[in-house]
């Protein structure tokens, strides 16, 4: 959520920014000044009624003072309403807008973002290379048929060699972050309406979560269990930052989402993926978004798979957040990149959400925290880059060596059955 001051106080950089990523027409920051000017100017009456009321208090209780104390109170009920409904309205307004864009960030859509940083050449084979569901199939690690039996389409099993290879990613992944200072964290996948109200889910992306009978969502991804971990607290400055990870299942509706070209793995409602999460003191956020970035490209170079770093226009990043770098892995068959994480700097918009805050050793105020995540990283694009980039004539493919410690001999080189 956006500082209502910042709107007050700095309206045209506020729209400037806003319009990167938002047409114009779509938000009207006059309106939410007015409102805001319409509930100070109510609660300054109400307050002059209250203390009126408290001046009552101290007279004898006559019949016309009576007469007054029930004017005055109904007055006071009908202000306290007005006043209720009236933020109620303002709330609705300001958490509608999205993140402002980091002063950097390029304004549009997919056609601004801009590569940053390439990891290897693309492969080239010397033979017909299949795609990632054919290979699965003959090595015989993917149930595609089954699972859609059980669940429907856009779901998959891992089968023998392919379970142990999910799951050494996996392993990885926490060795990985827990060797950087992260702390683990296993958390519930339900989640209520305020948590995804405070990781941004909401209102706009209801319609892309799984809702039960009991008004609460499974995750679409541990950001969102990660965001609402210090929800409504205060920290204190010495402990900051804060640094976790997380695995989680995650589960997305996906809502007509799906292209032709996305089969397989590619896009699913229901993948695995560890995320890494910061909470840190404001002037501190971009160096720890530099950090995280550079930690999540030295993961990628260790699985030795062709990638690139592509920094994201305003339109295609998160409503929630300032700037977003998504790690982008190549898919031959395809002939595209596929996002495999995104590290994402959302400044203090969820922890206004969240009412996260910590107190300042300097002022001894409560200041809002500033929260950054990445996927670190996301396995079901991860097997497809595996298997196609590391294919070879045979049939086979080589796994990467830094995944052989957490595999049996046998899997550390996939043969068709």
Not at 106 to 123: L, M, R, S, W
Not at 157 to 167: F, I, P, R
Not at 212 to 229: F, R
Not at 263 to 272: A, E, S
């Amino acid at each position: 959520m956006i500082d209502i001051k910042k709107i007050i106080e700095n309206t045209k950089e506020v729209e400037q920014a806003l319009l990167k990523r938002l047409d114009k027409g779509s938000f009207n920051l006059e309106e939410i000044i007015k409102l805001e000017n319409e509930r100070k100017n109510l609660t300054t009456n109400l307050e002059a009624l209250q203390a009126k009321r408290n001046e009552f208090s101290h007279k004898r209780p006559d019949k016309k003072t009576i007469e007054e104390m029930k004017e005055l109170a109904q007055k006071i009920k009908d202000k306290e309403t007005q006043l209720k409904q009236l933020k109620l309205n303002l709330f609705e307004k300001v958490s509608a807008l999205p993140n402002l864009p980091a002063d950097d960030v390029k304004a549009g859509d997919k056609e601004n973002n801009e590569v940053i940083y390439t990891f290897k050449a693309k492969p080239e084979l010397d033979f017909k290379a299949k795609d990632h569901v054919e290979l699965a199939k003959e090595l015989d690690i993917i149930d595609y048929e089954r699972a859609t039996k059980m669940s429907g389409n856009g779901f998959w099993g891992y089968k023998g060699a392919g379970a142990w290879l999910e799951w050494s990613l996996l392993n990885f992944f926490m060795d990985y972050h827990e060797a950087n200072n992260y702390q683990m964290l296993l958390l519930p996948y339900l989640l209520n309406e305020d948590s995804a109200f405070a990781s941004g889910h909401l209102p706009k992306f209801r319609d892309d979560l799984y809702w039960t009978q009991d008004k609460i969502c499974l995750n679409a991804t541990a950001e969102m269990m990660l965001t609402n971990y210090h929800r409504d607290e205060i920290l204190f400055e010495k402990d900051l930052p804060k640094k976790y990870f997380s695995y989680a299942t995650s589960f997305r509706r996906e809502a007509g989402s799906y292209r032709k070209e996305e089969r397989g793995m590619i896009r699913g409602h229901q993948f695995n993926k560890v995320e890494i999460f910061q909470f840190t003191k404001p002037e501190n956020s971009w160096q720890a978004f530099s950090d995280m970035n550079e930690e999540i490209k030295k993961m990628m170079e260790t699985l030795d798979l062709h990638f690139q770093v592509s920094k994201l226009a305003a339109k295609d990043a998160s409503a929630a957040m300032a700037k977003t770098y998504d790690v982008e892995v190549w898919i031959p068959s395809m002939n595209i990149y596929k996002e495999v994480s995104s590290i994402s700097n959302a400044t203090d918009y969820q922890a206004r959400r969240a009412k996260i805050r910590y107190k300042s050793e300097n002022t001894g105020k409560n200041e809002f925290l500033h929260t950054l995540n990445a996927s670190g990283l996301a396995t079901s694009r991860l097997i497809p880059a595996i298997l196609e980039q590391n294919q070879r004539a045979d049939g086979s493919v080589i796994i990467p060596k830094v995944l052989h410690e957490y595999l049996p001999e046998k899997y550390q080189i996939l043969k068709s059955v």
